[in-house]
C-alpha cells in the first residue's frame, strides 16, 4: 500500500463518436480502472444527426465515480482531470454552459449549402472560390467542406435555420471545450480545439486570435466564440459542484482538452516527427505530427496545430471504420428482425474474427466498400456509399466479415501514398490502435496490404484515454514528454506476408476501380 499512496493519478474522459470512455490513468501508464457507457447518434431527416450533451455530462458525473472507486485511489492521489473528444461537433451553450439544443454531429451535413454558398466565386475547385480556398488556408490550414461537416456549417446552420437558438447561444463549443467548461464553470477552447470553426489564425502554433477576414466571411458574431486559452495550458480547478459530485479535492485542476485524434498519438507513444499512427476506431484516421502548417486541399489532408508545443498533428480523416464492422454485425449478422433467433453473444466481436480467419485472404475475391456516410481523404464525395461487390453463390459470412476488414484497409492504402507524399517521408511501419487493433486479423491483413510492419498496441481500445491522461500529468509538471514513449507497450508487431501482396494488389486495384467509375451512381442515387 505504501507504493499505491506513492503514485500518482490523472482522471481521463474520452467522449467517443459511439460512447463515453472513462478511466484512472497512473503515471507510469496504467489503467487503474476503466469504463464504457455507449449513447446513440439521433439521425434526422434532410441529413441531420445529433447527439444529447447533457446526457454525456451525466454518464461523465456516473461514469468518473464508479472508476473512482473501483480504482480504490485515494483523492488526493488524483492530480487532474484531462478530456479528449470527438471532433467536428457543435453545441450551443448559454451563459451557464448549458446546452441550447442537441450536439451537432461530424455525421450532419445541414449546414453544407451556407458553406457552399459562402465559398462559391470564380475560378473555382470543386466548386469553391479558388480566392476564398486560398484565404482560409492560409490563416487556418483548412477549408470548409461542401458536405457541411466542420464546425462552421454548424453554426451557420443554427444562424439560418435556427435563429431563436443562434440569438440565445452565448458560446458554441467542440464537445471536448464543453467537458472542461462544465467542470470548471469557465467556457474557453484552444487554438487546436478551436481550429473545426474555422475561424482562427494557425500560422504559428500558439496563436490565440479568431481573424476577422474570416469572420466577416462567415457573419458568425465573435462573441459567440469562446475565449482561446494556451494550447499546453490549464483552464483552472473543478467547480464545487464537481468537487462534492466525484468526491475530489477542490484544488483538482481541469488541463486543456484535446481531440481524441491528438491524444490517441501520444497514447500509442508517439512524441516524435514523421511516426505513423492508423487509428480504427469509429473513424478511420491517418495520424502523426510534422513541423509545420501545410494543407493539400485535393486529397483533403492537412496539418493543425496539436496539443504538443511547437507540433502540428496530420489529419487525414477518411471516414468510417470500426462503424462499418459493426455496421456489418449488428445490421447484417445478428440484425434483430423476424429471422433473429437468438440475442447477440457477448463475443459477437471475437467471433466475427474467427469467422473472418476461416477464409483466406482477399475473401475469394469479394469487395468492400466501406464509404457508407461518405468518402473523405483522399477523394471527397459526399454521395459515396457502401455495398459488397463481387459475391457468388459461394460466398456466406465469413467472406463478407474478412471483406470488410479488407476494404477498410484498402481505403487506408489509398489515402497512404498521399499522406507519405505530404509529410515528405514513408513510413517505415504504423502503430495501430482503437478497437479495429483488437483483431489479429484486421492486424495481418493491414500489414499484407500497405506492406509495411503493424505494431498493434498492448492496450488498443483505452489508448486515447492513456494519452489524455499522460498528456495531463505532462502538463501538470509530473512528467516529461520524453517519458511518454516508455509508458506506451505493444503487444504484437504483425509483418507484412509477400505471399499475400499479389491478392491484395489485384483487389486493390479494382477497389480504386470501382470507386472512380461508380461516381456517377452515386451522385444520381445520393445527389
Same mark, same amino acid.
Given at each position: ?5 506513492l503514485q ?6 474520452d467522449l467517443?463518436?459511439s460512447?463515453?470512455?472513462t478511466?484512472?490513468?497512473s503515471?507510469s501508464?496504467d ?9 446513440d447518434?439521433i439521425v ?6 445529433e447527439q444529447?450533451a447533457e446526457t454525456?455530462w451525466?454518464l ?6 464508479r472508476?473512482?472507486?473501483?480504482s480504490g485511489?485515494q483523492?488526493?492521489q ?7 473528444s470527438?471532433y467536428f461537433?457543435?453545441i ?13 454531429s461530424w455525421r450532419?451535413?445541414?449546414g453544407?449549402?451556407y458553406?457552399?454558398?459562402m465559398?462559391?466565386?470564380?475560378p ?7 480566392r476564398k480556398l486560398?484565404?482560409?488556408?492560409r490563416y487556418?490550414?483548412v477549408?470548409?467542406?461542401?458536405v457541411g461537416?466542420?464546425a462552421?456549417?454548424h453554426m ?5 435555420d435556427?435563429p431563436e437558438?443562434y ?6 463549443l467542440?464537445?471536448v ?8 464553470g469557465?467556457?474557453t477552447a484552444?487554438q487546436?480545439?478551436a481550429l473545426?470553426?474555422m475561424?482562427t489564425?494557425?500560422?504559428n502554433?500558439g ?5 476577422d477576414?474570416?469572420l466577416k466571411m462567415?457573419g458568425?458574431d465573435?462573441?459567440?466564440l469562446?475565449?482561446?486559452?494556451p494550447?499546453d495550458?490549464?483552464?483552472?480547478n473543478?467547480?464545487?459542484?464537481v468537487?462534492?459530485?466525484l ?7 481541469v488541463i486543456?482538452?484535446m ?6 498519438i501520444?497514447?500509442a507513444g508517439?512524441v516524435?516527427?514523421l511516426?505513423?499512427l492508423?487509428?480504427?476506431?469509429t473513424?478511420l484516421?491517418?495520424n502523426?505530427?510534422?513541423? *509545420?502548417?501545410?494543407?493539400? +486541399?485535393?486529397?483533403?489532408i492537412? &496539418?493543425?496545430p496539436?496539443?504538443?508545443? #511547437?507540433?502540428?498533428?496530420l ?5 468510417l ?8 454485425l449488428k445490421?447484417v449478422?445478428c ?5 433473429s433467433?437468438a ?7 471475437e467471433?466475427?474474427?474467427e469467422?473472418a480467419?476461416?477464409v483466406?485472404?482477399g475473401?475469394d475475391?469479394?469487395?468492400?466498400l466501406p464509404?457508407?456516410?461518405g468518402?473523405?481523404?483522399?477523394s ?5 456509399r ?6 457468388s453463390l ?5 467472406h ?6 479488407e476494404?477498410v484497409?484498402f481505403?487506408s492504402?489509398?489515402?497512404?501514398g *498521399?499522406v507519405e507524399k505530404f +509529410?515528405?517521408k514513408?513510413f517505415? &511501419?504504423l502503430?495501430f490502435?482503437?478497437g #479495429?487493433a483488437?483483431?489479429?486479423?484486421w492486424a495481418?491483413?493491414?500489414a ?5 510492419p503493424?505494431?498493434?498496441?498492448a ?8 494519452g ?11 512528467l516529461?514528454l ?6 506506451a507497450?505493444?503487444?504484437k508487431?504483425?509483418k507484412?506476408i ?10 486493390y486495384?479494382?477497389f480504386r476501380e470501382?470507386f472512380?467509375k461508380?461516381q456517377?451512381?452515386f451522385?444520381?442515387?445520393n445527389?
Open positions: 500500500m505504501g507504493e499505491l499512496h500518482k493519478y490523472v482522471l481521463s474522459l467517443g463518436s460512447g463515453l470512455k478511466a484512472i490513468i503515471d501508464g489503467v487503474a480502472a476503466y469504463c464504457y457507457e455507449p449513447y447518434t434526422l431527416p434532410d441529413g441531420g444527426a444529447d454525456w451525466k461523465c458525473l456516473e461514469t468518473s465515480k472508476v473512482i472507486a473501483d485511489v483523492a488526493e488524483i492530480m487532474g482531470i484531462c478530456c479528449d470527438q461537433l457543435t450551443p451553450v448559454n451563459e451557464h454552459v448549458e446546452p441550447l439544443m442537441n450536439c451537432i450532419d451535413t445541414r453544407g449549402k458553406n457552399r454558398e465559398m462559391k466565386g470564380f473555382a475547385v470543386q466548386g469553391m472560390s479558388i486560398i484565404k482560409f488556408i487556418t490550414g477549408a470548409p467542406t461542401n461537416a466542420d462552421l456549417a451557420l446552420f443554427v444562424k439560418h435556427l437558438i440569438n440565445k447561444t452565448h458560446k458554441f467542440e464537445p471545450d464543453y467537458l472542461t467548461s462544465r467542470l470548471t469557465r467556457i484552444s487546436h480545439t473545426t470553426m475561424l489564425s494557425n500560422r502554433w496563436d490565440r486570435e479568431y481573424c477576414p474570416l462567415s458568425i465573435r462573441e459567440k469562446p475565449e482561446l486559452l494550447s495550458g490549464i483552464v483552472g473543478i467547480t464545487p459542484a468537487s462534492e459530485e468526491g475530489l479535492s477542490a484544488e483538482t485542476q486543456c482538452g481531440f481524441d485524434n491528438q491524444a490517441a501520444p497514447g508517439i516524435d516527427l511516426q505513423g492508423l487509428l480504427v476506431s473513424t484516421s491517418l502523426g505530427y510534422i513541423d *509545420s502548417k501545410k494543407t493539400d +486541399i485535393v486529397k483533403s492537412a &496539418s493543425i496539436s496539443c504538443l508545443p #511547437g507540433k502540428y498533428m489529419l487525414c480523416e477518411q471516414g471504420g470500426g462503424k462499418c464492422l459493426e455496421f456489418h445490421n449478422v440484425h434483430d428482425d423476424a429471422l433467433v440475442d447477440m453473444p457477448e463475443d459477437a466481436y467471433r466475427l474474427n469467422m480467419a476461416e483466406p485472404p475473401a475475391g469479394v469487395i468492400f464509404w457508407l456516410t468518402s473523405y481523404a483522399p471527397e464525395n459526399r454521395n459515396a457502401g455495398g459488397f461487390l463481387n459475391l459461394e460466398t456466406n459470412r465469413c463478407l466479415t474478412r471483406s470488410v476488414m476494404g484497409a481505403n492504402r489509398a489515402a497512404l *498521399s +509529410i515528405g514513408k517505415e &511501419s502503430r490502435a482503437g #479495429g483488437l483483431s489479429d486479423v495481418q491483413s493491414y499484407d496490404i500497405l506492406k509495411i503493424i505494431h498493434q498496441m492496450d488498443p481500445v483505452q489508448v486515447t484515454c492513456k489524455a491522461g499522460l498528456i495531463g500529468f505532462v502538463r501538470l509538471g509530473h516529461k520524453e517519458d511518454i514513449p516508455e509508458r507497450r505493444v503487444r508487431t504483425f507484412p509477400e505471399a499475400n501482396f499479389a491478392v491484395y494488389d489485384k483487389l486495384g479494382q470501382i472512380k461508380n456517377s451512381v451522385n444520381v442515387l445527389g
